[in-house]
């Protein structure tokens, strides 16, 4: 999946006011692989988006599987949306749980 660079004419990408603004949360389940944690991170950083958590750790007791927070706030509904699908792409993702405050 590729993104489109973020402008200031692109209503996904603008920025948004203070009322529009919202923290997204994002709960990721994936199968843990040595690449996994890379693509995780790509989506936001595809969208110039720094992530203001991020945590991830292998928490099944078998090192199986991976759990993942990841938080960034000042994004559009619109842009948490994108990031939303984007994580559902990542083959080995199990699960995604977003809210979007």
């Known amino acids: 999946m590729s993104f489109q660079e973020p402008s200031s004419t692109h209503a996904a990408f603008a920025q948004p006011t203070s009322d529009q603004a ?9 199968t843990a692989d040595p690449g996994m944690v890379q693509r995780l991170v790509e989506p936001f950083s595809k969208l110039g988006l720094v992530p203001a958590r991020v945590h991830i750790s ?4 078998r090192g199986e599987e ?6 960034v706030a000042g994004l559009t509904q619109q842009t948490a949306h994108l990031v939303d699908k984007a994580l559902r792409r990542i083959v080995g993702v199990r699960q995604v749980i977003t809210l979007a405050e």
Do not use: N
Not at 58 to 61: F, I, Q
């Open 22 to 30: 919202v923290q997204a949360i994002f709960f990721v389940t994936a």
């Open 66 to 71: 991976l759990s993942a927070d990841l938080r």
């Open 58 to 61: 292998s928490e099944d007791g």
